[in-house]
């Protein structure tokens, strides 16, 4: 039985870290008006941005649905006998899992527009395009979420593992620092892998540090991780069923 974490307690989590980011930021933009080509404003609202988006990681820790728990208690196996297949499932209830964490970030945003910690889109376009690329976004970390998880077949304990994930990907996602603040073959790293498109990439779509001109191989860059990581997953899912054993079978 896994309890939900309140969400008087989510939204104070939550507003605390924006607060604290918000003025580590505009302290570090006390002496300059502009890093990186982006001002303090931008600097903030990206900042308040990424700790509204990583909110679905938070939620995925507070439902307690993962593989790993369910191969600890044994249910595992109610996953493989329903008529439909565990990986569908699992797809299903991250729908329901990005939609809970959506809805905090829409709440979040609209309340940082109306406090001024988040700057306005520049324009209509800009705000459509920051919106698809959020939801290819989510289907990153769906999929990156699932890769961790359905290792518990091989592993039973993902703990390790899990706190490895959340590091890198909290410093390569662009979560807890703008990937362009990164080291030259660090920030070429994260080029090469998923995680920025998760978080960056959407954020810095609506913050202006990807012009608008430069939307489309955005989002393509983002569709084509969304695709591989789906290819990926669907032949670990495959493996996985095969080393699941009931009663014997």
Excluded: N
Excluded at 43 to 71: P, Q, W
């Amino acid at each position: 039985m896994h309890a939900r974490r309140p969400p008087l307690t989510t939204g104070f989590v939550i507003a605390t870290q924006v607060f604290l980011y918000a003025e580590l930021w505009r302290a570090l933009y006390a002496h300059t008006a502009t890093v990186a080509g982006l001002d303090v404003r931008q600097a903030v609202t990206y900042s308040t941005l990424a700790t509204l988006a990583t909110t679905a990681r938070a939620m995925r820790g507070a439902t307690g649905e993962s593989v790993k728990t369910r191969i600890l208690d044994g249910s595992i196996a109610y996953w493989f006998l329903r008529p439909v297949s565990a990986r569908r499932y699992r797809a299903w209830y991250g729908v329901g899992e990005a939609l809970y964490s959506s809805a905090w970030v829409v709440v979040g945003l609209a309340l940082g527009l109306g406090l001024g910690l988040v700057a306005p889109p520049a324009s209509v376009a800009v705000a459509a395009v920051s919106a698809v690329s959020f939801a290819l976004g989510l289907v990153v970390l769906y999929y990156l979420t699932v890769l961790i998880d359905v290792i518990a077949f091989w592993t039973v304990s993902t703990d390790g593992v899990t706190r490895f994930y959340d590091f890198v990907q909290a410093l390569l996602s662009g979560a807890l620092i703008p990937v362009w603040f990164l080291p030259g073959w660090l920030g070429g790293l994260t080029t090469r892998l998923p995680f920025a498109a998760g978080v960056s990439t959407p954020i810095s779509l609506y913050a202006g540090r990807i012009p608008p001109a430069d939307a489309l191989p955005a989002l393509a860059g983002q569709a084509g991780w969304c695709v591989v990581l789906a290819m990926v997953t669907a032949v670990l899912w495959r493996r996985a069923g095969r080393r699941l054993v009931v009663l014997g079978g």
